[in-house]
């Protein structure tokens, strides 16, 4: 199978380009520290198709790992979650298989995969230990008047002045003996500094080696691809500390870091942390040595990206004419946001909007799309939807230059088959269809014929279900309201991305 055989938007000569610039970086300095790049595009612009699709191309000769930085940003250091990965690719290259691997292979793998978790471990442990001690230090300087006064509260009536001034006299004593404390604390630390930075060099010196062993004796070609996505998404905190680790931790020849990022959102990420003035985008490019942006899709190309990598299922959906299927569907939507001037921003609601109705209605009832994403349009457009008639949509529709028609016997008027569509909303099944029935007798034109089977398939399920309600076009209005204020957008939410 073609790795790329659905990139619909181009990716592979963007994802080739990436690969040879770090891997002749390699060649042209071997002896150098670890290569980072960073895959910057906005969301919805397929990141994640595009670091998953790299990841299995160069897993076929390069070591290599792929890290979801969200899936795991609520534990505290994300050093754990890398070094895991690390290891557990370790360990698949000594897995049992056919053929047996070489004695000493699997021995050196062993010995340094085993020091290199050591030593992490011990990094882990010294900074877990350093968060404790630092509590236990503020406690001391910064707790005693509270103490003190607890302790004052919970004395009689009464109590004798020399009492509360030998509990004053305590205090004074436990400030006095806090100084041998925080001078016996910072020899420590000092010397926690020292066993922290031979652990780091002792996690470098064994996680070089393991790849010198992969290359020589495992048939891989270095770097080792490190592949982060979702940073954006993270707690601005754990994207911070992600990148601080990648810069400082590992920092070694033959280690390739491509992390992908929403660079803006980042940088506003950055500014929660350290301040609205900070500049976060220079903050940002320090940890670095490129950073490569994504070429921008727009229009149809976006869409069939959105409908296809969030699987929605678009079979549930019903248009007329030639326009079926993931490119019908996707021509159709991309000219509808066109005529209502939705910027890309907007257009992303559109679609989440679509997916969250697929999702909440049952599925056994196809949905109508001209009718529902117009209203979908609408609604974005104008905050609201006018239930007496579609004047304003119609309005939209003449002063665009868009050909907003199908093909079916002759061109066939999408306004049309909308306006027909919704004088039906106040109908039951059973009423909608001998309508249409009857208006398909006397004119027995395309748009006609497409209601008529669209309701025959209503009237059947809900036959099965034994309901004669209003027609499932009834709701729409009501559905679209409702999506728009269960949208969750990037402006709501700091994790979105």
């Known amino acids: 199978m073609n790795i790329w055989e659905d990139d619909l938007l181009d990716r592979q000569r963007h994802g080739a380009f990436i690969y040879a610039l770090v891997r002749n970086r390699r060649i042209k300095n071997p002896d150098g520290g670890s290569f980072v790049v960073n895959v910057d595009a906005r ?60 004695e000493r292979f699997v021995a050196d793998i062993k010995r340094y995969s085993g020091a290199v978790v050591s030593n992490a471990g011990k990094i882990i442990a010294t900074g877990i230990q350093g968060g404790i001690k630092r509590l236990g230090r503020f406690a001391i300087s910064e707790g005693f008047d509270e103490i003190i006064q607890i302790i004052k509260e919970a004395l009689p009536d009464g109590t004798s002045t020399a009492t509360v001034e030998a509990i004053e006299g305590v205090k004074d004593g436990l400030i006095s003996g806090s100084e041998t404390f925080v001078d016996s604390f910072a020899q420590r630390r000092i010397d926690e500094f020292k066993e922290t930075k031979e652990s780091v060099a002792g996690f470098q010196t064994s996680l070089h080696k393991i790849l010198e062993v992969i290359e020589q004796r495992g048939g891989s070609e270095l770097p080792m691809f490190v592949f982060v996505d979702e940073l954006d998404r993270c707690r601005p905190t754990y994207a911070i500390a992600m990148l601080e680790r990648i810069k400082h931790l590992f920092d070694i020849p033959n280690v390739a870091f491509v992390v992908a990022t929403d660079t803006e959102a980042l940088s506003a990420s950055v500014k929660a942390v350290y301040g609205s003035e900070f500049k976060s985008r220079d903050y940002l490019g320090r940890f670095f040595h490129r950073s490569f942006k994504l070429p921008e899709v727009t229009g149809e190309g976006l869409v069939t990206t959105y409908l296809q990598t969030r699987n929605i299922q678009i079979s549930r959906l019903s248009i007329p004419g030639d326009e079926i299927g993931l490119e019908g569907i996707s021509r159709f939507i991309t000219k509808t946001y066109r005529i209502f001037g939705l910027s890309l921003r907007q257009v992303e609601q559109s679609l989440g909007m679509l997916q969250d109705i697929i999702d909440a209605t049952d599925p056994d009832y196809e949905l109508e799309l001209t009718l529902l994403y117009t209203l979908i349009c609408e ?15 119609g309005t939209k529709v003449r002063k665009s230059n868009v050909d907003w028609s199908y093909s079916e016997h002759g061109n066939q008027s999408f306004m049309t088959l909308i306006e027909r569509l919704y004088g039906l909303r106040n109908h039951s099944i059973v009423d909608a269809f001998s309508n249409i029935q009857e208006l398909w007798r006397s004119t027995n034109g395309a748009d006609i014929r497409y209601i008529y089977d669209f309701l025959q398939k209503e009237r059947t399920t809900k036959s099965l279900k034994n309901t004669e309600v209003l027609t499932e076009i009834s709701s729409y209005t009501w559905l679209v309201t409702h999506a728009y204020n269960a949208l969750i957008t990037e402006d709501d939410s700091d994790t979105q991305n």
């Open 43 to 102: 969301w919805g612009q397929g990141k994640s198709f595009f670091m998953e699709r790299m990841y299995e191309q160069v897993r076929q000769s390069h070591p290599a790992i792929f890290i979801n930085a969200w899936k795991y940003d609520y534990i505290d250091d994300p050093y754990t979650h890398v070094v895991a990965e690390f290891d557990a690719y370790f360990k698949s290259l000594i897995q049992p298989s056919k053929e047996e691997e070489p």
């Open 379 to 393: 609604f974005v457009s104008e905050g609201r939807i006018d239930d007496r008639d579609l004047s304003s949509i």
